[in-house]
């Protein structure tokens, strides 16, 4: 893979020390094991994942970013809640206690039930 010709792994290594989390770590430690010679598939069976997964996560590394960058995902919003602050309130103190207070006729909440 050519895009990993251009990095060291002095250069892996150091941005290791300065990530946090688990994603950014592991695309790392994959990249420093590539280029000590563990092939793409090796480094699928090892992370339990598959070959064009390893192949995104080195391929990050070929931009202007820094590596820290490069290895960290973007901040994702996620979705809107679907109750506003009221309401996901009441919903907290209700589950809070027994389903009988609330009128359920059950020993305790379960996802099913509070949904």
């Given at each position: 893979?050519?895009?990993?010709?251009?990095?060291?792994?002095?250069?892996?290594?150091?941005?290791?020390?300065?990530?946090?989390?688990?994603?950014?770590?592991?695309?790392?430690?994959?990249?420093?094991?590539?280029?000590?010679?563990?092939?793409?598939?090796?480094?699928?069976?090892?992370?339990?994942?598959?070959?064009?997964?390893?192949?995104?996560?080195?391929?990050?590394?070929?931009?202007?970013?820094?590596?820290?960058?490069a290895?960290?995902?973007?901040?994702?919003?996620?979705?809107?809640?679907?109750?506003?602050?009221?309401?996901?309130?009441?919903?907290?103190?209700?589950?809070?206690?027994?389903?009988?207070?609330?009128?359920?006729?059950?020993?305790?909440w379960?996802?099913?039930?509070a949904?």
């Amino acid at each position: 893979m050519d895009h990993l010709d251009e990095i060291s792994v002095k250069e892996l290594q150091d941005a290791l020390d300065n990530v946090d989390g688990n994603k950014p770590t592991q695309r790392l430690l994959a990249a420093i094991a590539y280029k000590n010679g563990v092939t793409q598939t090796e480094l699928a069976e090892w992370h339990d994942t598959g070959r064009r997964t390893i192949y995104s996560w080195l391929k990050r590394l070929d931009t202007d970013e820094s590596l820290e960058q490069a290895v960290t995902d973007d901040k994702r919003t996620g979705r809107k809640r679907k109750l506003s602050d009221s309401e996901q309130q009441n919903f907290q103190e209700t589950v809070h206690e027994p389903p009988e207070k609330a009128g359920i006729d059950a020993p305790a909440w379960t996802p099913a039930l509070a949904q």
